[in-house]
């Protein structure tokens, strides 16, 4: 990685902060005043950024790095608490309350999980949680932020990594979270559905277990079933998505499809199908009023793997995510792929759990020994009390 593209890292982190703090869209709630002093973050480096440049100088890919973003799922009760000694990872919980209208803070601490399992809820907490860990991350190794040459988000995730990267800003980024997950809370409030984790086995036909699923819902009488691959983890292990009927079939006959374990996810409907279509159409309108920029690092879309090439792409995709499969196994191959004897970079899991890290030993077994996970549950340093004490 050139420093051009370093100073440029650490330049779309203090924009992606500070002008959101200092201002939202049109029709969005603005955050307390104090929060403004989110602004200050990396001003040094912006500042950098706006010099004329030395010569421009290579890092070896050892000491780059990548941030993956989780998604939904990953909520627990108590996340943001190993984040409190951070101030600016204050400022931006309070900045969240003035978006959402509520205290994400203290839902986030103390629950209930059931509350924070809400789709409503848990897509804004997990996108704040895994923003106040990147930074924490700068405070504690600043060369990660510095060196970092890719991000990808799960699902939700992948608007705090557009947020990271400078596309949107932090409280429209937020603000286009909360429509998200309040319309996918009502979509899937309108038909029984969820999630089931599948892994299978090199035989394993997941396509054609969710076409006999689907004609078992039709001899239930659900007239226009679905079941289809949701996600794409790891190799021979996939999440489906839809009709609970169809997901309960799959998990009665799995010994059939040759599946070794499945599990129901802790989500309230049929991510990523068409179950989903009802989201589109607010997604899309509060997507316009967001001031969408390139990334100034670079994103790979849950649609395709890709990196996103400008603005409008962005948008497009982000609300084509909502009801189409999360390709993350071929998002790993395309960020991770090198030449043999290549190093690989440092990876960064920024949020709760380590689930992403989970899948990318089994997507990438030499990647993930550079991997490591923020801790946002655990205190360090401090004691419960401290850090739970008023700003």
């Not at 059931?114 to 409503?120: K, S």
């Not at 309108?285 to 849950?302: A, D, E, R, T």
Request: proline residues 6%; contains cysteine; positive net charge.
């Amino acid at each position: 990685m050139s420093l051009r593209g370093a100073r440029a890292a650490r330049a779309a982190w203090a924009r992606g902060w500070g002008a959101g703090c200092r201002r939202g869209a049109s029709d969005l709630p603005r955050p307390p005043p104090r929060a403004v002093d989110v602004a200050e973050l990396l001003r040094d480096a912006t500042v950098a950024e706006e010099r004329p440049r030395a010569a421009e100088a290579r890092r070896p890919p050892g000491q780059c790095s990548v941030l993956l973003f989780p998604g939904q799922g990953s909520q627990l009760v108590g996340m943001g608490r190993g984040l409190l000694r951070f101030p600016r990872a204050r400022e931006l919980y309070a900045a969240a309350r003035s978006v959402l209208g509520y205290d994400l803070l203290e839902l986030s601490l103390h629950g209930p999980q059931e509350a924070l399992d809400r789709t409503a809820h848990c897509q804004p907490a997990v996108f704040v949680a895994s923003l106040a860990a990147v930074e924490k991350l700068q405070h504690l190794q600043p060369a990660v932020i510095e060196n970092c040459v890719a991000a990808a988000g799960f699902s939700v995730g992948e608007f705090a990594a557009l947020v990271f990267a400078g596309a949107m800003e932090f409280t429209e980024g937020l603000y286009a979270v909360k429509i998200r997950a309040e319309a996918m809370q009502a979509a899937s409030e309108a038909v029984p559905s969820g999630m089931l984790s599948v892994l299978g086995k090199p035989q394993s036909k997941f396509s054609f277990a969710c076409l006999e699923a689907q004609e078992h819902c039709k001899t239930l009488g659900i007239a226009d079933p679905v079941c289809e691959v949701a996600n794409y983890l790891f190799p021979d292990c996939r999440v489906i998505s839809g009709h609970l009927e169809a997901l309960q079939f799959l998990q009665k006959n799995s010994s059939k499809y040759h599946f070794r374990r499945t599990k129901m996810l802790p989500v309230s409907g049929g991510f990523h199908t068409r179950l989903m279509e009802p989201a589109l159409e607010p997604l899309t309108q509060v997507l316009k009023s967001v001031g969408v920029k390139k990334p100034l690092v670079s994103v790979h879309s849950n649609v395709d793997g890709k990196r996103y090439m400008h603005p409008k792409h962005i948008q497009k995709l982000l609300v084509q995510q909502v009801v189409s499969p999360v390709k993350w196994e071929q998002t790993m191959h395309a960020i991770y792929e090198r030449k043999k004897g290549v190093e690989f970079p440092k990876t960064f899991e920024v949020g709760p759990g380590k689930q992403l890290g989970a899948i990318l030993k089994s997507c990438n077994l030499q990647a993930w020994k550079s991997y490591q996970n923020v801790e946002v549950l655990r205190l360090q340093l401090v004691s419960l009390e401290e850090a739970e004490a008023p700003a």
